[in-house]
């Protein structure tokens, strides 16, 4: 909770005002029943109407100030509050581009918006509700019971004596409250996580044929959410009845002690009529309070699901700033490179070299390690052991940014964003014209599709270009990667979905270009024209070399290379 709260010591001028105004608030909330009594006892009952004509222009005059103060109060809470979500969006945005995947395990996607959307409206109605009422509420109560002593001792003594109660039954509530709507705001992350699922995997289950069990399930996370929500509020309207009742109790209390004292001499009418008043306000406060401990109890619980996504460690190569920043030409070496992930040895003492505009040919079956390898050259992963030299420089020396802005990655789960054709090739270099545009759609082969639309480069695409092929989307990633002319550019079982003709045309294209070209496939004739081939088998490299050189020497690729002919025939 408290690092959540220091995002409002940037705007710390407007919740000094939000404050001031709300302590002027209070200071009339707390004058009005003292003039009340001044009115009752000096002017009323004494007929002195000058007296009521004065002091009844001050209470209105109170009036017109509070009603002022509040509303200038709610224009700086609000600019406090949304300042706040704003900052805190900000954060959460930028800390989830420093994960990795081991992150991802640990915060689902759908947590994450979650916790970015849902989460972050918590904490600003909350900032809102405590620079608007939240701090008066308690105030007013302890300074009405500290007036009511200066009004009548036995009377207040009353009070004294019976609101703790009260306010003790409400902080239980609170507390519970808190663990109530923290598990309201998980069961909401199971809700997205299903909805995301069924949207974006909608095909699959019309084509399966499984809408029945999606409903199914989809009614179960939801009737949990819904359950959970009754316990919490079922609780939030639980408070407000007890202390209602509490109050009204303690206000007979006091007007049948404060008629026996009036018809003593020991009280006079104005005096019961302030006391009531105080405790007919605390308890207006105590109502203010159900919705305050609701208010509080889902900002506190958003509050720590926030604090855990912010504190979460991610790795410190990914703040590196003050690394070297040459200008690569592509040449590789990995030395006796190990990666450990999720407590399991993914890759284990692989070396090789890899020479400035080679074609480099990754193969080898699933669960081998070919992505890993990969995503150790920009850093996406840190190797555990071993060195990875690029153009003779330890990797580990590079400035992260600087060394990315030279590598493009495609990778298998193609993703293409919301937006235009011209813009999604674009997102691969930030400033690229129409014209290094279209030449990249060209190398990716894929620019006669595209010329033949009616919209052209300016045709929009639908959600994760829902609209277009699985080949159609691989050469549009393509084209994304080679509009930036990287100098290594990584091909991770990115031509799976095209076919022998329009992929041969792809990789002479990919091999004209000027950079070191890293390629994952599972057919063997997707890599045979390759400078090299690197063979992995359960994260280890057991054999290198050219396609001719391996079917003489690996008995393994061997085999692999005549059962995909097998295949073929």
């Known amino acids: 909770m408290q690092k959540v709260f220091s995002y409002a010591s940037t705007y710390k001028r407007s919740a000094i005002i939000a404050i001031f105004l709300m302590l002027i608030e209070l200071v009339v909330e707390l004058v009005q029943p003292l003039v009340m009594a001044k009115i009752i006892d000096e002017g009323i009952l004494q007929e002195n109407y000058t007296v009521v004509s004065i002091w009844g222009g001050l209470l209105v005059g109170f009036s017109l100030l509070a009603f002022a103060a509040g509303v200038i109060n709610s224009f700086f809470a609000a ?71 200066t009004i009548h001792f036995e009377l207040a003594l009353i009070l004294v004596v019976t609101v703790p109660l009260l306010g003790a039954f409400l902080f239980w509530v609170l507390t519970k409250g808190v663990k109530l709507f923290r598990l309201v705001q998980n069961k909401l992350d199971s809700v997205n996580t299903v909805i995301r699922e069924n949207l974006t995997g909608i095909r699959l289950i019309k084509g399966f044929n499984r809408g029945e069990y999606e409903e199914d399930r989809f009614h179960k996370v939801n009737h949990s959410l819904m359950g959970e929500n ?36 020991n009280a006079q009418a104005g005096e019961i009529v302030a006391i009531i008043n105080y405790a007919t306000r605390i308890m207006f406060t105590f109502s203010v309070f159900s919705f305050l401990i609701m208010v509080f109890s889902r900002g506190s619980a958003s509050a720590n699901r ?34 450990s992930r999720d407590g399991r040895e993914t890759l284990e ?78 997102w691969g270099k930030e400033d690229a014209t129409m014209r290094e545009i279209t030449e990249a759609a060209k190398q990716a082969q894929i620019h006669s599709f ?103 020497e690996s008995p393994y690729y061997e085999q692999v290379y005549q059962s995909q002919q097998e295949e073929v025939m």
């Open 450 to 552: 595209v010329a033949q639309l009616p919209n052209g480069y300016d045709t929009r695409l639908g959600q994760k270009g829902i609209t277009f092929s699985g080949g159609q989307k691989q050469r549009l990633s393509i084209a994304r990667a080679l509009v930036r002319n990287p100098k290594i550019l990584i091909l991770d079982d990115s031509t799976s979905a095209l076919d022998a003709h329009t992929e041969a045309r792809l990789m002479h294209s990919v091999n004209q270009q000027d950079c070191t070209v890293l390629m994952v496939a599972q057919k063997i004739s997707s890599l045979k024209a390759a400078d090299k081939i690197l063979l992995l088998h359960d994260g280890k490299l057991i054999a290198e070399g050219s396609h001719s050189t391996l079917l003489h």
């Open 230 to 265: 009754k316990r919490a509020l079922w609780l939030m309207e639980l408070a407000m009845p007890v202390v209602m009742l509490g109050m009204n109790i303690i206000i007979l209390i006091v007007l049948w002690v404060g008629a026996t004292q009036l018809n003593f001499g």
């Open 349 to 426: 003492d692989i070396s090789f070299q890899a020479r400035a505009g080679e074609t480099i040919g990754i193969l080898g079956e699933t669960g081998s390690g070919k992505t890993s390898l990969l995503q150790l050259i920009p850093r996406l992963f840190d190797k555990s052991s071993g060195q990875i030299f690029l153009d003779n420089i330890d990797i580990s020396e590079f400035d992260v940014k600087h060394l990315r802005r030279q590598i493009s990655l495609v990778p298998q789960e193609i993703h293409l964003f919301s937006g235009s054709i011209a813009e999604n090739i674009a």
């Open 306 to 339: 926030i604090t855990e996504v912010l504190d979460e460690e991610t790795p410190d190569f990914l703040h590196v700033i003050n690394g070297v920043k040459p200008e690569l030409k592509g040449h590789i070496h990995f030395q006796n490179v190990s990666f």
């Open 79 to 149: 600019r406090v509050s949304q300042g706040v979500g704003y900052d805190i969006r900000r954060d959460i945005f930028k800390k989830v581009q420093e994960f990795t995947t081991t992150n991802f395990q640990v915060h689902s996607t759908p947590g994450l918006v979650t916790r970015m959307t849902s989460d972050v409206l918590q904490i600003q109605n909350l900032v809102h509700v405590m620079m608007r009422i939240a701090l008066r509420a308690p105030l007013f109560i302890i300074f009405a019971l500290v007036m009511a002593f």
